[in-house]
């Protein structure tokens, strides 16, 4: 009955949530921009629109937003530099939500504050296993010592401890 209820079952799919949520999140984000990256035309839009909003320096800023969303995206679904990836999506959109969102009340700031929170978790959490910084480090591991046991795992962690690298913790 405990089990049941408090779902300790389905813990085993932790590492693919997400890995859901990673996808889901970064093609949102490639798709957010992808008419900015591919047309000039919206990307003058984009700039005219920070500029309406109070932006200094609305030209530079407009194509650093898109393309550090853009790579954040690419980041997101491929699971590398996770932790990074969390921390310019929690500052960017926390950024929209002072400049932009705000003004539109709760409604207006959802989509931007879900993203904010979706940053800081991913950023405190990581990628999970299923993320190319595990499988980097994997390999680096195989090169370097000939374990199957990520780099950081064969060095000697305090039991228990956490190597900030994958999700693991240490036996």
């Not at 609305?58 to 921390?87: E, H």
């Not at 002072?98 to 709760?106: E, N, Y």
């Not at 993203?115 to 990581?126: E, K």
């Amino acid at each position: 009955m405990r089990k049941f209820l408090f779902l300790s079952s389905a813990q085993r799919f932790g590492d693919f949530a997400l890995l859901l949520l990673r996808v889901f999140v970064g093609l949102f984000l490639v798709w957010n921009v992808w008419g900015c990256v591919t047309s000039t035309e919206r990307m003058y839009e984009y700039r005219e629109f920070l500029g309406e909003h109070g932006f200094v320096a609305p030209a530079l800023l407009a194509p650093l937003s898109v393309y550090a969303q853009l790579l954040a995206g690419i980041g997101l679904v491929i699971g590398l530099l996770t932790r990074w990836v969390g921390i310019l999506c929690a500052f960017n959109f926390g950024v929209a939500i002072v400049m932009i969102d705000h003004h539109s009340g709760m409604r207006g700031m959802f989509p931007s504050g879900c993203l904010v929170l979706i940053g800081l978790y991913l950023a405190t959490h990581g990628a999970g296993r299923l993320s190319g910084s595990v499988a980097h480090a994997v390999s680096m591991g195989r090169r370097l010592g000939g374990s199957r046991l990520p780099a950081c795992r064969q060095r000697s962690w305090p039991a228990g401890s956490h190597c900030g690298t994958c999700t693991s913790r240490t036996p």
